[in-house]
């Protein structure tokens, strides 16, 4: 039997198309099976672009390397401008390509009749408890009694983390064999009190610093667990599926966000997410899930703490205060 032989244009062509499929409808179906979820997880735009031009540059390469590999791209192109699979064929494909990219401009180019979209605020906020106006982070401002405790723990090699992130401090521990478990931290109050610990006389300003680096610690982790995918490792709104989203997420270090309104609002913002809005928050809607479902109170209010000082912002003082 004869063996088919598929040229290397038609090869370039099935690649093309393979993986433009598998990015475009392959990926986001693997995901809703890996991940459970109702929904597929789309492929951003540029990432999609990103595949396609990193494609097109390895078949260029792959095509160009030997002159033989050129020839036999070029061979069936040649054939086919020289009439070869009949002048009708070519005559419809040369006229097919320049008519289908004239419709495309035009469909992107031709003014749109469109009804006009209805206004929609950057903080929604008609049904914003008002109790919640004066709430402030509870882990920004430790108590005496916290840094007390903290200052037990450290003088005992005690200290206590969060369950997310005590795992990886044991490893670590397990690994370094570090004389103290503070010593994960490697800089700033934390070493400062390290070495007061080893005088046996800690200073309590000196203290809550540290207590403050470790809840900013563990805000980041759980940052980095829940909301870095949408947020960005730098809470720019720069995620790995920002571009994902018709609403993409807020820009936390520009100046007119998170800095201009109150803590407690950010934390009803998060409790609630977009189930939670107002009907001046629509047409788009925040995609943000209701993390009140999933996240205490406690780390709800440690993320916040690590947005704020990620973004390098205040938030605003209430004007009761």
Same mark, same amino acid.
């Not at 086919?80 to 992107?108: D, H, N, S």
């Not at 369950?163 to 044991?170: A, E, G, K, S």
């Not at 609630?272 to 709800?300: C, H, I, V």
């Given at each position: ?5 598929? =040229? ?17 409808? =392959? ?10 979820? #109702?929904?597929?997880?789309? %492929? ?23 002159? @033989? ?13 020289? =009439? ?7 005559? %419809?494909?040369?006229?097919?390509? #320049? ?24 903080? #929604?906020?008609?049904?914003? $408890?008002?109790?919640? /106006? ?7 401002? #430790?108590?005496?009694?916290?840094? &007390? ?7 005992? +090699? /005690? ?8 795992? &990886? ?5 397990? @690994? ?6 503070? @010593? ?33 610690? /563990? ?12 947020? !960005? ?10 571009? =994902? ?9 520009? +100046? ?7 803590? !407690? ?6 409790? +609630?997410?977009?189930?939670?809005? $107002? ?29 704020? +000082? ?8 209430? @004007?009761?205060?």
């Amino acid at each position: 039997m004869k063996k088919i032989r598929i =040229g290397s244009f038609l090869s370039v062509l099935l690649t093309l198309l393979f993986i433009y499929a598998l990015v475009k409808w =392959g990926i986001p179906a693997m995901s809703r099976e890996i991940t459970s979820l #109702p929904f597929p997880l789309p %492929v951003p735009g540029t990432l999609m672009f990103f595949y396609m031009v990193l494609t097109i540059v390895a078949l260029f390469l792959y095509v160009t390397f030997s002159e @033989e590999g050129l020839t036999d791209f070029l061979r069936p192109v040649k054939k086919f401008l020289r =009439g070869g699979y009949t002048k009708i064929f070519r005559a %419809v494909v040369l006229t097919a390509i #320049p008519a289908v990219i004239g419709w495309q401009v035009y469909e992107i180019v031709v003014p749109k009749v469109e009804v006009p979209s209805a206004l929609r605020i950057q903080h #929604p906020s008609s049904n914003f $408890p008002k109790s919640f /106006e004066a709430k402030k982070n509870p882990f920004s401002d #430790p108590t005496e009694a916290e840094v &007390d405790a903290f200052i037990e723990q450290a003088k005992a +090699n /005690e200290v206590v983390f969060i369950p997310q992130v005590q795992d &990886d401090i044991d490893h670590w521990a397990d @690994e370094s064999e570090p004389d103290h478990v503070l @010593e994960f931290f490697p800089d700033g109050p934390m070493k400062k009190l390290l070495a007061q610990v080893q005088d046996g006389n800690v200073d309590k300003a000196t203290a809550k610093a540290a207590l403050l680096e470790k809840t900013l610690y /563990e805000g980041r982790a759980l940052y980095a667990m829940n909301c870095r995918a949408c947020h !960005g490792d730098s809470v720019a709104g720069d995620g790995p599926m920002a571009d =994902g989203f018709k609403l993409r997420p807020i820009d936390f270090t520009d +100046n007119g966000t998170i800095e201009t309104i109150v803590e !407690g609002y950010t934390f009803w913002r998060v409790t +609630n997410g977009g189930p939670g809005l $107002p009907t001046e928050a629509t047409p788009w809607d925040s995609a943000m899930p209701e993390w009140k479902l999933s996240l205490t109170e406690e780390q709800r209010w440690r993320i916040i703490l690590a947005e704020y +000082n990620l973004a390098q912002k205040t938030p605003r003082i209430p @004007e009761s205060h």
